[in-house]
């Protein structure tokens, strides 16, 4: 929208306003990287973030009543380049939210060397 200003010699001067919706508009976009970026972060390091995507989850639920985490020894898997067996770990975490519903997620690691036997060998 555009202003007009009378002046001295009755001339009329246009001056064009200045938009006072940029700095929300700023706000958002940077609001929108930050979610992005805590996306890609949980795609591709879910464990580090997974404390606070249960407290997100947790606004919509009511909140977190209670969390059980469980890790043990899955499989044992032999690989040619390795010197003995490797051992692959998972991780359960269940959460428990108010509004009594559940959610489970399972983390599993890469093999890493192990004492345990495989299969007799």
């Keep these: 929208m555009v202003k007009s200003v009378p002046m001295r010699d009755h001339s009329v001067v246009i001056k064009p306003r200045r938009r006072a919706g940029s700095s929300v508009l700023l706000l958002l976009v940077l609001v929108l990287i930050a979610a992005v970026l805590l996306a890609g ?28 985490e469980h890790t ?3 499989a ?24 009594g519903t559940e959610l489970t ?5 890469s093999p890493t060397p192990s004492v345990a036997s495989c299969g007799g060998a």
């Design 41 to 68: 972060f949980g795609i591709f390091s879910p464990a580090r973030l997974a404390y606070a995507q249960e407290q997100t989850l947790g606004l919509l639920h009511g909140g977190v009543i209670g969390r059980e």
């Design 72 to 74: 043990f020894v899955d």
């Design 76 to 99: 044992c898997v032999l690989l040619p380049y390795a010197d003995g067996p490797q051992a692959v770990t998972r991780t359960v975490r269940t959460i428990a939210f108010s509004d």
């Design 105 to 109: 997620v399972t983390f599993s690691s």
